[in-house]
């Protein structure tokens, strides 16, 4: 019914999924055309509501516009390798050396994950149906947490490097549909990178103390 309901006049449907569908593929490149073999629960059920939405739009004779972001780690205030940082410093514990830091981690500030949006329905019909929503580095959790710990001049901490497995697995996810194809509907990342994102954050904490 709610599928009917949308079908019934013209609708614009984004869906926001996850990186963790691409699943393991040894630390390659992928991107929007790259098989999908994630194993983990949350990538088959992301996977499977992709295919549905895609269905739905396919159904329905073109009044139904679905675009699908894969979205990678998002971070913003409140949810950062800067509260990462702190919190390894309150507790200083082997549990937080020991969390899953995987070699490629993919992200992307919330407020470039709007951008994405806006931009794809200024698109309209001319958005693609699968964007990647990541930034351009997708280094380490550690390294993040590390460039965090200095914005905020923490000590080092030396286990922080500890890799293990995860069910993720290893990739590193391409961006360059979503910059290309979008450029002309207004894209422009903020936040390349994750440096640039923990730094406006850091700022911003500074201006609400002040």
């Known amino acids: 019914a709610f599928g009917e309901a949308l079908a019934s006049r013209r609708r614009f449907v984004g869906y926001l999924s996850t990186t963790a569908v691409y699943g ?11 098989e999908c073999r994630g194993e983990s629960e949350k990538a088959r059920d992301r996977l499977v509501c992709e295919r549905k939405w895609r269905d739905l739009a396919t159904k329905s004779g073109g009044e139904v516009k679905v675009v699908t972001y894969r979205a990678g780690g998002i971070y913003g205030p409140g949810r950062s390798a800067l509260d990462a940082a702190r919190r390894r410093r309150a507790e200083g514990s082997v549990t937080q050396r020991a969390r899953a830091s995987r070699k490629f981690t993919s992200r992307v500030h919330v407020d470039d994950v709007a951008s994405v949006i806006i931009a794809s329905m200024r698109a309209g019909d001319e958005a693609m149906d699968v964007y990647n929503v990541v930034d351009d580095d997708p280094a380490p959790r550690f390294v993040a947490v590390r460039f965090a710990r200095e914005l905020l001049g923490l000590p080092e901490d030396e286990g922080e490097s500890v ?5 993720r697995g290893e990739k590193r996810v391409d961006n360059a549909r979503m910059k290309s194809a979008l450029r002309d509907a207004g894209l422009s990342m903020r936040f390349p990178t994750y440096r640039e994102g923990l730094r406006a954050l850091a700022n911003e904490e500074d201006m609400e103390r002040e």
């Open 24 to 34: 393991d593929h040894g630390g390659n490149v992928v991107n929007e055309d790259s």
């Open 163 to 167: 890799v293990e497995s995860n069910d």
